[in-house]
């Protein structure tokens, strides 16, 4: 995995959603014994470019070591927990979010354009 932070605790989620309003945020939420999540974070990693860390901070939660924290996110970003999951926050809100398959890098910096 290139230029993941790893998420967890409270205090690294609070971090980066003050981040946020410096820079976007991007949570990939995985979990390590599903094979669609390591599916999909396999795919996201052969796609990632090293200019892409200019676009957004990557944050990565392991969702069985942290689920505390994944609960944390659902309720404060308001979205519903998938596994596995990216959400993409700007300004201290969810602006975007994909799961499963439809996980790609293009969608999210397309996300970052509007």
């Known amino acids: 995995m290139k230029n993941w932070v790893e998420l967890s605790s409270?205090?690294?989620?609070?971090?980066s959603i003050d981040l946020s309003f410096e820079k976007p945020v991007l949570i990939f939420k995985h979990s390590t014994t599903c094979s669609i999540?390591?599916?999909?974070?396999?795919?996201?990693d052969r796609n990632w470019k090293d200019e892409n860390i200019n676009d957004f901070s990557p944050y990565y939660l392991d969702l069985l070591a942290y689920r505390n924290i994944s609960?944390?996110?659902?309720?404060k970003l308001e979205?519903?927990?998938?596994?596995?999951?990216v959400l993409l926050i700007k300004n201290g809100s969810c602006i975007f979010s994909e799961t499963h398959q439809s996980i790609r890098l293009q969608n999210v910096l397309s996300a970052l354009k509007n």
């Open 10 to 15: 409270e205090i690294e989620f609070q971090k």
């Open 37 to 44: 999540s390591r599916m999909a974070l396999d795919r996201w």
């Open 71 to 75: 609960n944390l996110i659902a309720e």
């Open 79 to 85: 979205v519903e927990h998938q596994s596995p999951q």
